[in-house]
């Protein structure tokens, strides 16, 4: 791992050691440690310019791009705090979240076409515009404070209104420290970027390759296309997949490079038989579990044919200690089931201007007095140490008076030979309390009913788990990170009724 100074300006210390390397790379456009420095303080004159100073947020409104990172160590260097927005939002959601973080600043793409109404509350610069300024950039060096604010994200919403986390450059650091140790990396490997940067998962790339002093090779776009011909040609050592990508690969007989060491899985649930079938295809998987509260990955294991068991996450990072608390919040032993509790140096503050929430998510112990972020996901601690989760406690329903766990459901419906992806929930009803419900996508060229899934299912489930309905669609709303959007999916039936 790269000896740099995580609160010293990494850049500096960077474009020193490593003046002519390239750190950044995009679609044949390449930007050494020293052009990145020098285009970096450029950016920081606009943001004076534009009156920005110590803790002003300011957001970024764009695709992965080489923008993207400058502006965000510009962001940085002048002491104010980046705000990642979802492009995939509508031009409404993005304002509400603007005004939400009082952001006094927007970079974005031109592309992206928001922002047409000229009664703005902020200033927009256009990331084409600044990053071609040929204008001379200002001395800046960036000071780094572990306590201060890093970085202002809302949590992928998959349902209900998102939250925006609040994450010091302490929690950053740790994370990307943690991570890298697990990987034993050196600044000759690559990282390819190929989850959105406004996601943790994205985002945490960056801090992870500039810490370790490793190129970051961002593709063009995120399609199964593009990431496939990276995969196939092996550029980048390490990339994230999500389990719907995965699926897609190995669908398509994509073999990996050899020069891909590492595949991280996670953002969504995938079941034993495609990992199983991924480690046979040559893919090198590891297990990840984490959340944007725990600034990315907290959890995470090579898989061998050794390892692979159902729900595992894998093993602690860095500081970050696991524990299973009872109702009361109480410890309770090694295999049993409940609510996971952690405790590290990348747990969050909390959340913004949500002092309800971040009272009753992050906790002290009486005991230790550490603080503890519930995560609000079922999970089980072995006698080895190694975290399992089973899902969200939303994910347990009761129909009937029967408890149900609607993965369970889903994972069994995916094993059926003619279904692609599925996904399963409850839904109040008069009769039962709640009502199991699933929505199932058929394999290509597949002519199936909803009763011959059931009859099915009848096969290996019990009947008070077969879905009371079953909706077949083209296609199952999902987030960049392969989280279903469960709004969307109602949605979705209620048009279908």
Known sequence: MLDISPYKDWLIQLSKKFPDKNILSFEGTNLTTWELLKTRNSICKELYKNGISKNDTVAIISNNTLEFVVELLAIWAVGAV???????????????????????????????NFFNNKNLKFNIISSDEVFNNSEAAV??????????????????????????????????????????????????????????????GGFSIITRALLGGNKIIIPKSNSFE??????????????????????????????PHKNIKAVFLGGGRVTLKIVKKAIKSGYNIVTVYGSTETSSMIAADKLDDKIIKSSFAGKPLGNCEFKIIGEKGQKLASEQISEIAISSDSVAVGYLNNEQETTRRFKKDSKTKKKFYLTNDLGKIDSEGRLYVFGRKDDIMISGGENISTIEVADKIKEINFVEDAFAFGIEDENWGEKLTAVAVLKDGTKKTAQELKTQLEKFLPSYKIPKEIFIVSEIPRSALGKVIKDKVLLMIKEKK
């Open 139 to 200: 001395s800046e060096k960036w000071k780094l404070e572990p306590e201060s604010l890093a970085l202002l994200m809302f949590t992928s919403g998959a349902s209900g209104t998102p939250k925006c986390v609040k994450l010091t450059f302490r929690n950053l650091v740790s994370s990307a420290e943690a991570v890298l140790k697990f990987l034993n990396i050196s600044p000759n490997e690559t990282w390819l970027a190929t989850l959105p940067f406004y996601h943790i």
């Open 82 to 112: 980046p705000v990642p927005i979802n492009i995939r939002q509508s031009e409404k959601e993005i304002s509400e979240q603007l005004d939400f973080v009082n952001a006094k600043l927007v970079f974005t793409d031109s592309k992206l």
């Open 226 to 255: 593009n990431i496939s011909k990276y995969i196939l040609r092996g550029n980048g050592n390490y990339l994230s997949l999500v389990p719907t990508m995965l699926r897609k690969l190995l669908d398509s007989k994509i073999i």
